[in-house]
């Protein structure tokens, strides 16, 4: 029992958490085309659409990054700033899951797992800022 | 008024709202206020009617079947109950699809989409975004080359054909006529290339003559006619005023336009007759359009006077000649003759030269026309023109005394015969124009004495007692139109020798004139295709190793 500070439940799950992404991202991503071609959707629905896709996409490498460096150096300022951007991130989901012009069955799914995955990331990073800290 | 107005074009404005309940949807419910037969979701429909139904034909209304949960209403008879009834269920339909529509937050999604109505307002941006080429039903809008309509309108007015009505600025160049009964009719059209002539009646009272149109010059030549890209205008040629008692005088000045008025009992300048004359080019075009009136004066008593019409159409640069065919002759119309001019003696100058034809009648190809009286002496200048393809014979008879004498006789009788200007040249065709030489047939005259059949010669001397003329014609042209086409023009003159007569006899000596006319037309040859043939032929190197 090493005074090891980082938290291995969150390593595990921040890696997961990327591989999963990867799937998630293109799998709404083919959704959406999908979507644009059996149903009608007009293009000023599609876009926003699109956007925050592309924007949590964005949002994401970041957060991931910093909350693998913040977890194995524990330093508390990166994995700080990773929970901040998370707050984004699901914002960004519930959009998709709520407001997005067609939810599909298949949308509803991913996106509760992606919810549930940053739910559980963000106990297990406020418990780990609670160990560097003290 | 203004507030029921609004009302009504805020309704009319609005598409009506589409009908989205399950439970209240029926395809099949097509009669109003009665049962469709087998229509389990027809509402007019009693339980009595249900119990005849043998099946339902529409068993389950449904929503999107891509939703992932949908309310649908499933009709279905119970045929083991007496009586047969029919059961209405409204149930949630899953789709098990992963890929069904859990939400949507787009309201026209699962919809067909109400047209925009179009107001004052929204007309405008409609038009734009609508009225495009890719909206268009008919091909004929993507050509945006409005130019290309405008040559053939113009085509169309500047060459008439035969028949084809002469178009004017408001209808048409009007000829009255008389249609079913005597009276004028305003509406017959003026044909080109038709010559008409028409003689109608029409009801004029005196007092108010100056307002009936069809009495003022003006009616008819206000219109100019359509021709080409500009409009001709009818000039007014000449007037002739025509008195009560019958009497016509050609008025010098014919520039001023003299309208029908009242003046003492009579009503004056009222037009009688008009005589269009139209010239046009040899393409079709109407160059020039002339009118020449007849004014007359109208009694009070008259109740209607007698106007006649009249429309000729001539080519420019040419004599106003009426065809006898066009071109071959036709058969019934005058044979065309003429003469050469004077002071071209050499028969090669004629080549160059014109003949001079004239459109009196009786310079025309005639013979000598039997009279009641049949004294050739008595009726001369009686002649009648030929016409083509009917023979004529006729004749006169010849009372000669012993006072006689004979050489001014034989003048006479040529003259008898031949009439006073007897042509040179037959023209081949019935449109042949004067310019043309080479289209006219001389006339070959024969001289035959009937002395000479005894091979004596007498030297008293001779009178024609017959004249006889020739006229070899031919088809020309192709088999299933053939033009009549005039080859050759013999004119034999046959003589006699006067006897002299002892003083106090007199003979009578018939003399004859005819015309005939003979087709030499070969006959047309049939001919039969070539016999087909069979092209075999081998390649050059068929028989390769041994050749």
């Known amino acids: 029992n090493s005074s090891q500070l980082s ?90 899951l709520l407001w997005q012009t067609y939810v599909l069955w298949a949308d509803v799914l991913l996106n509760a797992l992606l919810l549930s995955a940053y739910a559980l990331e963000s106990g297990l990073k406020v418990t780990a800022i609670a160990a560097f800290v003290s | 008024p203004s507030n029921t107005r609004d009302a009504a074009q805020a309704r009319v404005r609005s598409a009506p709202s589409p009908a989205t309940d399950v439970a209240r949807l029926c395809v099949c419910d097509l009669l109003v206020a009665q049962c469709d037969t087998n229509c389990c979701c027809d509402p007019d429909c009693s339980a009595e009617d249900f119990a005849l139904f043998t099946a339902c034909s529409v068993p389950v209304v449904t929503g999107d079947s891509q939703l992932c949960s949908q309310k649908a209403a499933v009709y279905s008879l119970d045929v083991e109950a007496n009586p047969p009834e029919r059961i209405f269920k409204l149930i949630d339909q899953v789709n098990p699809s992963i890929f069904c529509i859990h939400a949507t937050n787009y309201k026209q999604a699962l919809y067909l989409k109400s047209p925009e109505i179009p107001t004052a307002e929204n007309f405008d941006q409609l038009l734009d975004k609508f009225g495009g080429a890719t909206f268009s039903a008919e091909p004929d809008s993507w050509n945006l080359d409005t130019d290309a309509q405008n040559p053939p309108e113009a085509n169309e007015t500047s060459r008439y054909e035969y028949g084809v009505p002469v178009q004017t600025e408001d209808a048409f160049l009007r000829l009255p006529s008389p249609v079913v009964s005597s009276w004028c009719s305003d509406a017959n059209p003026a044909g080109f290339l038709v010559n008409q002539a028409t003689k109608c ?63 003492d009992d009579l009503c004056i300048n ?47 640069n040419t004599q106003p000649v009426p065809l006898s065919g066009n071109p071959g002759y036709v058969v019934g119309l005058p044979v065309r003759a003429g003469f050469q001019p004077q002071g071209y003696p050499f028969p090669a100058a004629f080549l160059f030269a014109s003949l001079a034809l004239s459109s009196n009648k009786h310079s025309q190809l005639t013979i000598l026309h039997s009279t009641s009286t049949q004294d050739c002496l008595a009726a001369q200048g009686a002649r009648a023109p030929v016409l083509f393809g009917y023979n004529m014979i006729s004749g006169c008879k010849l009372r000669i005394t012993a006072a006689m004498k004979c050489q001014p006789l034989a003048q006479t009788l040529l003259d008898v015969l031949k009439g006073q200007s007897f042509p040179e040249f ?32 007498q030297s008293s001397c001779q009178i024609p007692v017959s004249l006889g003329i020739e006229v070899k014609w031919t088809k020309y042209g192709s088999l299933v139109n053939p033009q009549a086409r ?32 003979t087709d030499i037309s070969s006959p047309a040859e049939p001919s039969y295709k070539a016999w087909p043939t069979i092209n075999i032929k081998l390649p050059f190197d068929f028989f390769y190793p041994f050749v």
């Open chain 1, 7 to 96: 938290s291995l439940p969150l390593q595990i799950l921040l890696y997961v958490n990327g591989v999963y992404y990867i799937f998630y991202f293109l799998a709404t991503l083919a959704m959406i085309i999908y979507k644009s071609q059996v149903f009608s959707y007009p293009d000023d629905f599609l876009a926003p659409d699109l956007a925050v896709l592309f924007l949590m996409a964005i949002l994401e490498v970041p957060r991931l990054y910093l909350g693998f460096k913040g977890n194995l150096t524990e330093a508390e300022a990166p994995l700080g700033l990773s929970l901040g951007l998370t707050v984004g991130s699901v914002l960004l989901c519930v959009y998709l």
């Open chain 2, 201 to 263: 009646i029409r009801s004029v009272s005196v007092e108010k003559c100056d307002s009936i149109q069809a009495l003022s010059m003006l009616f008819y030549i206000n219109s100019s006619i359509l021709a080409s890209v500009f409009q001709v205008n009818i000039t007014v040629q000449s007037i002739v005023v025509q008195s009560l008692n019958g009497m016509r005088t050609l008025l010098s000045s014919s520039d001023v336009l003299r309208l029908p008025m009242v003046l």
């Open chain 2, 270 to 316: 009222a037009v009688l007759g008009v005589n269009y004359h139209i010239t046009h080019t040899d393409t079709g075009e109407i160059i020039e359009a002339a009118a020449a009136f007849v004014l007359g004066a109208i009694s009070k008593e008259a109740l209607s006077i007698e106007q006649s019409f009249e429309i000729s159409f001539t080519q420019e």
């Open chain 2, 426 to 457: 037959v023209a081949s065709f019935g449109n042949s124009q004067v310019q043309d030489v080479l289209d006219w047939v001389p006339i070959t005259q024969l001289l035959i004495s009937e002395q000479m059949i005894f091979h004596t010669l």
């Open chain 2, 486 to 517: 005039i080859v050759n023009v013999t004119a034999t003159i046959t003589t006699t020798t006067l006897k002299q007569l002892p003083p106090g006899r007199e003979r009578i000596i018939p003399i004859t004139s005819s015309v005939v006319f």
